[in-house]
C-alpha cells in the first residue's frame, strides 16, 4: 500500500511532523513503513508558463521557437517537443533552475538561436515513467487553463509529496484505504479524521426508472447498490486526483476510471463503472456462473468460469467477474454519457474462489478478499456521484436501486484493567485505556475498571479480547512498557543426548568428506519396501499411504532414506556429476496398522550413498574408488568418534551385492547394513558401481554417552606382538579379533588384521590371518612374563573356539 502524505494532508493535520517521524511511528505502533520516496528530487525556479507565440525554428526543422510569459519575464525558449502549441500553459524551467540529476539550466544557443530556459515534460522533472498518463507520455506536459502563470510548478504536481510504503499484514486489511491510514495516523497522533463530501444534488428522477437489482445468492453478495449518472463528459480527470492516483501507482485513464479507483483507495471500497448504453438490458442480475460460462474480461482476456464463480449478468449473459474484474463489451470509453455504477459488498470465499480459479487478481479482488467495511460499501457509491456530479458534470438520479441483506452491526468486546495490566506486564491506568479507545475512535462504556468496546466494523481485525489487548499495546505504545525479567526458577539451557548426537554425527560425516543432503520423506509403490534394513524387516512394518499424495511419486512415507538418497545420486549422475559422496540423518515413518488409527512412529537413521572416486591426486598420478572398505572404514571412524564398540557380519540382503553386504553391530545387536548395492539395481537406475549405508540412530543412542572423554597420554612403553591363526575359511576375522581383545583384556590395547592368506603351503579348506597385538599398562612397564601369559590365553581361547592353530 502506497501512502501520499499530501493525499492523506486532506482527512488529518500532519503539518507538525516529518514524513521520517511518521514513518517510525506507524511502524512502532504495528504497521511496518519498508520505505520512503519522493515523487520528484526537489527542483528550483520551475514555474507554470503561458506560450504566447510558436513559431518554426528558422535553422531547423524539428524545432519551435516559442515566445514564452513567464510571470516575472518574458523568456525566449527554442523547443524540441512535438506538441507544443500558442496559447498553452507548460512547465517551464528558467535560467538558473537546476532540473534532477543536477542538471542546470543555462541561457544557450541552439542552431544560431538564443534560448532562455527550458519547456519540460514530466519525465524531466523525475516523476516514473510508468505513472504518466499515456496520452500525455510524449512531448511536455500542458496544464488545465485554471492554473496561474508564473506559480511554482511544485505543488500543482505534487512534485513536494512523500509517498510511505506499508508492509501490511493480512490482519490488516482497514489500512489498505487512505481513509484507514488516516484514523491509524490520528490515533498515533491524538488528532481527528476529517471525513470526504458525500452530499449530492440529485435529478428529479429516479435510479429504479432505469435498472432492477436481483440477487440470487445473498450469502455470496448481501448488498448489490446500482447508482446511475447520465449527462456525462468523458475528459481528464482534474490535476490533483491524477497526482493522489500517481503518487499511489495507479495511472489515469479518464475521469470515470479515475474516481472509481480514486474511491477505491479513500474508501477501501471497490467500485465498477458499467457503460448503461453498452450494458444491454435494464436489469442487473448476480448470480453463480455455468459451468464452463465465457466472459471475456477488461484485459482482453476469455474467462472460462465454473459455478462456484459469481458474475453480474445483464440477466442474459455476464457483464463482470464479481469483485475481480469487469467485462470488455461494458467498458466506460469517450463516447460514453450514461453510467451504471456497481457498489456492492461480495463475500472473500466467492472472490478468493474466483481469483484462484482464473489467475487473475486485481486491487478489487485484494480488498474484498481481506473483506471491506460493510458500512462504506453504500457511502462510497455516494462519495463516487459526487465526485462525477463535480468533474464529470453527470446527472446523478436519486435513490438508487440496492439488494441489502448486509450485517452492518459492531462487535463488542469486554476488558478489565487488571487483567490488560497482567498481560502486559505493566501498569496502565483506566484513565489511560480510556484515553487510547478515544483516540482510536471506538465507542466504549466504561464500569469503573471495566470496558465494552463496541468495535466499528472497519476494524475487521478485532474480534476478542486479545486484539483489543493489542490495540491498547501499541497505542499507548510498546516502548513505554516496562522491561521485566522471567521470575521463578530457571536452570542453563543446553542440549539433548538426541541432538548432540545429531551434531556429532554431522560434524563427523562433513570432516569424513560427505555432504549432507535433504531428500524427500515420501516414495512411490516401487522404492517404499526396498532397501530396508534387516533389524527393520524383522519388525514387518507396512508402509503408510498418504490420502492425498502430490504425485504417485510421493505416495507412501518412507520406511528407508536410501532410495530417495538413490535417485538423488542418479539425478545428479545424469548430470555429468560421476564423484557423489552423500549422506542423510532424517526419519523414516514405522506402523504395523494396515488401517492406520494412529500417527506412524518417527524413528531417526543415519544413510549414506557413495559413487565414483573418492581421492584423486593427480600429480601423484594416484585415484582411489569407492569401495567397500572405504564405506566400512567410513562408519567404523564414526563409531570410534562416539565411543561405542562396534562389529560387522557378512550378510546376503535384497538389492544388495551378495558378496559385498555387512551388517553392522553394536553387543552383537543388529543396527544397521552396509555395502555394495546389486549391479541390477545399480543398473535398473543408471547408476555405477555405487556402496550404501544405513544405521539406526535410535538404537545408537542407547549406548550413546553425551559425556566428553578424557585418555591420558601413556607414560610407559608398549609392546608389541604378531600372531597368525590357521582357520577354517568361513571363520570371520571380526570375530577372531573380537575374541582376542575380550581374553586380552585390560592389556592388549589395539588388535589389527594385518595378512590374510590362502594358497600353498595350507591344508585345503584353510586360511591364514594374522594379527598385530598392541599390549601396554598405563600404571607401569610390562615384563616380558605378563606379556607371555597373557599371549598364551588368547592363542589358548582362540584355538579352542575356532578349532584353530598358530601358524609357525
Partial sequence: MFVSLNWLKNYVDISSISPEELAEKITKTGIEVDGIEYIAEKSSDVVVGYVES????????????????????????????????????????????????????????????????????????????????????????????????????????????AVLEFDLTPNRADALSMLGVAYETAAILNQKVKLPNEELHSAGEKAADYVSVSVEDPELNPYYGAFIAKDIEIKPAPLWMRNALIASGIRPINNVVDITNYVLLEYGQPLHAFDY?????????????????????????????????LVITNGKEPVALAGVMGGLNTEVNEDTTTVLLESAYFSPFAVRTAVRNTGLRSDSSTRFEKGVDPNRVEKAGFRACHLLEKYAGATILADPVSFDALDRSERTVEMETDEINKRLGAVITAGDIGSVLTKLQFSFEQDNDKFIVHVPTRRGDITMFEDMLEEVARIYGYDNLPFTLPEGAT????????????????????????????????????????????????????PVQLAMPMSEDHKYLRLSILPELLKSLAHNHARTQSDIHYYELGNIFITDEKTVTRQPEEELRL??????????????????????????????????????????????????HPGRCA????NHRVVGFLGQVHPTFEKSMDLKETYVFDIDMEAVLTDYTNAPGYRPIPRYPSVARDIAFIVDEDIQ????????????????????????????????????????????????????????????????????????????
Avoid at 510571470?71 to 506538441?83: E, F, H, M, S, T
Avoid at 435494464?282 to 476469455?302: C, F, S, Y
Avoid at 570410534?640 to 557378512?650: A, G, M, N, T
Avoid at 577372531?736 to 595378512?755: C, M
Fill in 277 to 309: 448504453d453498452r450494458f444491454g438490458s435494464d436489469q442487473v442480475v448476480t448470480r453463480r456462473a455455468g459451468q464452463n460460462e465465457k466472459m471475456i474480461t477488461l484485459d482482453g482476456e476469455e474467462r472460462i468460469l465454473s459455478n462456484e464463480n
Fill in 607 to 656: 544413510a549414506g550413498a557413495l559413487t565414483g572416486i573418492w581421492v584423486s591426486h593427480p600429480w601423484q598420478q594416484e585415484k582411489k574408488q569407492v569401495d567397500f572398505y572405504l564405506v566400512k572404514g567410513i562408519v567404523e571412524g564414526l563409531f570410534d568418534y562416539l565411543d561405542i564398540p562396534v562389529s560387522f557380519e557378512k550378510v546376503k540382503l535384497p538389492d544388495m
Fill in 491 to 542: 536452570q542453563t539451557g543446553g542440549l539433548t543426548n538426541k541432538q548432540q548426537l545429531k551434531r556429532e554425527v554431522k560434524s563427523y560425516m562433513e570432516s569424513a568428506g560427505l555432504m549432507e543432503t535433504i531428500t524427500y520423506s515420501l516414495t512411490d509403490d516401487e522404492m517404499v519396501e526396498r532397501l530396508i534394513s534387516p533389524e527393520l524387516d524383522e519388525r514387518h512394518p507396512i
Fill in 733 to 808: 576375522a571380526g570375530d577372531i579379533e573380537e575374541t582376542i581383545a575380550e581374553t586380552g583384556s585390560p592389556l592388549v590395547k589395539n588388535v589389527q588384521v594385518f595378512d590374510v592368506y590362502k594358497g600353498e603351503n595350507l591344508p585345503e579348506g584353510k586360511k591364514s590371518i594374522a594379527y598385530s597385538l598392541h599390549y601396554q599398562d598405563p600404571e607401569k612397564t610390562l615384563k616380558d612374563d605378563e606379556v607371555e601369559q597373557s599371549y598364551q590365553r588368547i592363542v589358548s581361547t582362540v584355538n579352542e573356539k575356532f578349532n584353530a592353530y598358530v601358524r609357525t
Fill in 54 to 161: 510558436c513559431e518554426q525554428h528558422p535553422n531547423a526543422d524539428n524545432l519551435s521557437l516559442c515566445q514564452v510569459d513567464a510571470g516575472d519575464k518574458r523568456l525566449q525558449i527554442v523547443c524540441g517537443a512535438p506538441n507544443v502549441r500558442q496559447g498553452q500553459k507548460v512547465i517551464v524551467a528558467k535560467p538558473g533552475a537546476v532540473l534532477p540529476n543536477n542538471f542546470k539550466i543555462k541561457k544557450v544557443k541552439l542552431r544560431g538561436i538564443e534560448s532562455n530556459g527550458m519547456i519540460c515534460s514530466l519525465q524531466e522533472l523525475g516523476i516514473d515513467e510508468r505513472y504518466i498518463p499515456k496520452d500525455i507520455a510524449e512531448g511536455i506536459f500542458v496544464f488545465p487553463d485554471d492554473v496561474t502563470v508564473g506559480e511554482s510548478v511544485e505543488p500543482l504536481l505534487n512534485l513536494n509529496d
Fill in 663 to 666: 551388517t553392522i553391530l553394536i
